[in-house]
Nanobody, 112 residues
């Protein structure tokens, strides 16, 4: 049973933008901090950004000022707007709910 449904990955040139979405059920969404991690080939999974149920956000230093995480409580969805993308942002991006539930991942590839 898929609990977190991700979308929005793809291929983009450096300097471009993408928006990732992660939808889930209301019962999961309303009580959990939501967010994104990513994993590049040969590297460990790392934090990208998190957002609490109150809307407080936390970003990795590497994405501050370029990525924006938001949550739509009416749609039980979080959005990761990624601007000024760099080749080093290339990774599989995973949505998480409370760090206990994980999506299947969506590939983001940034070409130079």
């Amino acid at each position: 049973q898929v609990q977190l449904v991700e979308s929005g990955g793809g291929l983009v040139q450096a300097g471009g933008s993408l928006r990732l979405s992660c939808a889930t059920s209301a019962s999961i969404f309303r009580i959990n901090t939501m967010g994104w991690y990513r994993q590049a080939p040969g590297k460990q999974r790392e934090l990208v950004a998190l957002i609490t149920t109150r809307g407080n956000t936390n970003y990795a230093d590497s994405v501050k000022g370029r990525f924006t995480l938001s949550r739509d409580n009416a749609k039980n969805t979080v959005y990761l707007q990624m601007n000024s993308l760099k080749p080093e942002d290339t990774a599989v991006y995973y949505c998480t709910a409370g760090l206990l539930r994980w999506g299947q991942g969506t590939q983001v590839t940034v070409s130079s």
